[in-house]
């Protein structure tokens, strides 16, 4: 959601040329939908500067072989082949900010390897990311070529940068994929997952903006992950597949992390990547509940007082 609730900016595989996910910006008033993303190469995590002038996204499409890349992943959809899910950590990822209309496009990152999976602070003027820019700024040992080799997201930390792209820093240091960070409403807090080294399992943890107090919230060693704040602060909103390897479902803490989790969904389908509307009455998420089974976007009211009452919040 915009920070005012009148934009919801997604990601979505169309119909073209580009078979890869795109970056659009639909009224949500209206309807009137823009395309943001250049339509070459892949994009993904999208944000929409509090100010509503500019957009964030990662995006591929500097790579010099995107659209070789992009007509041989058509030629294998079109041969009737499937591949299992895996996200691509493409080293050409880089993270850029474009007025809505997709016109003032501007590299932030411009660094090598994975730069991705960004949001803006509540005040617009600092950014989260993830990368894997590590790895490629040293001479890695022969054990963590290896590592590399096998899986890129092993050395995925979490970074922050001031809006216009200066003054990064690093936030964490683990072994294991860092990624999908989200301020607080307040601005003070961070909110992401963190994959165990193995990469089989991941948890909810939070921090303080600066990188300091980090907090497991769940250990349910399976895979957690997509949380996102409640704007009161006091609980946060995840998807895990606790329940079943294939059976993403909703669920929510609290901020500590004192409580047992609450189950929020129970569907067939996968349940994924919950966002709260600017004034917490809302709820958005990505699910396969659809009678085709496709992936869509849905939204629902949100009831603030029960979910406090069921997490013994109140």
């Given at each position: 959601f915009s920070a005012d609730g009148s934009q919801f900016i997604y990601q979505s595989?169309?119909?073209?040329?580009n078979p890869f996910y795109q970056i659009f910006l639909p009224d949500l008033a209206t309807g009137a939908t823009s395309k943001v993303s250049p339509g070459v190469g892949l994009t993904t995590c999208s944000w929409v500067h509090p100010t509503l002038v500019r957009v964030i996204f990662a995006s591929t499409h500097e790579d010099p072989e995107a659209r070789e890349k992009q007509a041989a992943?058509?030629?294998?959809?079109?041969?009737?082949?499937q591949r299992a899910y895996s996200w691509d950590y493409d080293q050409y990822y880089d993270i850029y900010q474009a007025n809505p209309d997709g016109s003032g496009?501007?590299?932030?990152?411009?660094?090598?390897?994975?730069?991705?999976?960004?949001s803006y602070s509540p005040d617009g003027s600092r950014i989260l990311f993830a990368s894997n820019r590590q790895a490629?700024?040293?001479?890695?040992?022969?054990?963590?070529?290896?590592l590399f080799d096998d899986d890129s997201s092993y050395f995925m930390d979490l970074y922050i940068m001031d809006a216009d792209g200066?003054?990064?820093?690093?936030?964490?240091?683990?072994?294991?994929?860092?990624?999908?960070?989200?301020?607080?409403?307040?601005?003070?807090?961070?909110?992401?997952?963190?994959?165990n080294p193995d990469g089989n399992s991941a948890e909810i943890w939070t921090m303080d903006v600066d990188g300091g107090n980090q907090r497991q919230l769940t250990a349910e060693a399976m895979v957690s992950w997509?949380?996102?704040?409640?704007?009161?602060?006091?609980?946060?909103?995840?998807?895990?597949?606790?329940?079943?390897?294939?059976?993403?479902?909703?669920?929510?803490?609290?901020?500590e992390g004192l409580k047992e989790p609450v189950r929020v969904t129970n569907t067939e389908g996968t349940d994924i990547l919950?966002?709260?509307?600017?004034?917490?009455?809302?709820?958005?998420?990505?699910?396969?509940?659809?009678?085709?089974?496709?992936?869509?976007i849905y939204m629902a009211e949100w009831n603030d007082q029960l979910a406090r009452e069921l997490l013994g919040l109140d």
């Open positions: 595989e169309v119909s073209g040329d992943e058509i030629a294998f959809r079109n041969s009737g082949q496009l501007e590299n932030l990152t411009n660094a090598p390897g994975y730069d991705a999976e960004g490629y700024q040293r001479t890695l040992s022969q054990a963590e070529q290896k200066s003054n990064v820093e690093q936030l964490t240091f683990s072994p294991g994929y860092d990624g999908g960070p989200f301020f607080s409403a307040d601005g003070e807090k961070v909110v992401w997952r963190r994959f997509g949380p996102y704040f409640h704007p009161s602060g006091d609980y946060i909103i995840y998807s895990s597949n606790v329940l079943g390897h294939a059976n993403f479902e909703l669920f929510m803490i609290d901020v919950p966002v709260f509307s600017p004034d917490g009455s809302q709820l958005a998420w990505s699910t396969t509940r659809t009678p085709d089974g496709s992936s869509q």
